[in-house]
T-cell receptor, first 112, second 109 residues
Framework: DTGVSQDPRHKITKRGQNVTFRCDPISEHNRLYWYRQTLGQGPEFLTYFQNEAQLEKSRLLSDRFSAERPKGSFSTLEIQRTEQGDSAMYLC??????????FGPGTRLTVT | QKEVEQNSGPLSVPEGAIASLNCTYSDRGSQSFFWYRQYSGKSPELIMSIYSNGDKEDGRFTAQLNKASQYVSLLIRDSQPSDSATYLCAAQGAQKLVFGQGTRLTINP
């Protein structure tokens, strides 16, 4: 059983560029979550999918952020027109039921 | 007031002693509670979940929940240097997890 995987693990981009991250959940998990974590803070919720439906979005998810989960399998998180404040670790988690969530290794984004 | 609060530490404990980590939460609608361990530069790793009042033990770890006091704790017995990490407390209402800022724990050999 493989865990949650994320790609890329690290991304350096210039301000104003678009970036896209991918998350592959644990195979039997139908729930998928995106969180963002900055240094010294706990993860903050961004958005949640059950199968292919995006059921909840945080106020943190500005209109520059979009997430998809086509066919209820992998998910992508896109950030358009990146800003320096977007620099963070982007974490994906999945769960089988509405309980224990398992995190992937994260994608560390640096906006220069 | 933050929804989930933890003492950021650092908490220093000698090897072999009991480490006690505490967490309070404000949303009485929260039903499930979790402890995650996070090593520097890594992602959170789930170590304990607790859903009802009382104690839950798993190896060297014991989670305690008191919903009336809105209090969750994690005890680590026989602390090892490998337990040195940041411990994140999380509360779950509907779907999302709400995390505290984490407590940095250092086990001194």
């Amino acid at each position: 059983d493989t865990g949650v995987s994320q790609d890329p693990r690290h991304k350096i981009t210039k301000r104003g560029q678009n970036v896209t991250f991918r998350c592959d959940p644990i195979s039997e998990h139908n729930r998928l979550y995106w969180y963002r974590q900055t240094l010294g803070q706990g993860p903050e919720f961004l958005t949640y999918f059950q199968n292919e439906a995006q059921l909840e979005k945080s106020r943190l998810l500005s209109d520059r952020f979009s997430a998809e989960r086509p066919k209820g399998s992998f998910s992508t998180l896109e950030i358009q027109r990146t800003e320096q404040g977007d620099s963070a670790m982007y974490l994906c988690a999945s769960s089988y039921t509405a309980s224990e969530q398992y995190f992937g290794p994260g994608t560390r984004l640096t906006v220069t | 007031q933050k929804e989930v609060e933890q003492n950021s530490g650092p908490l220093s404990v000698p090897e072999g002693a009991i480490a006690s980590l505490n967490c309070t939460y404000s949303d009485r609608g929260s039903q499930s509670f979790f402890w995650y361990r996070q090593y520097s530069g890594k992602s959170p790793e789930l170590i304990m979940s607790i859903y009802s009042n009382g104690d839950k033990e798993d190896g060297r770890f014991t989670a305690q929940l008191n919903k009336a006091s809105q209090y969750v704790s994690l005890l680590i017995r026989d602390s090892q240097p490998s337990d040195s990490a940041t411990y994140l407390c999380a509360a779950q209402g509907a779907q999302k997890l709400v995390f505290g800022q984490g407590t940095r724990l250092t086990i001194n050999p």
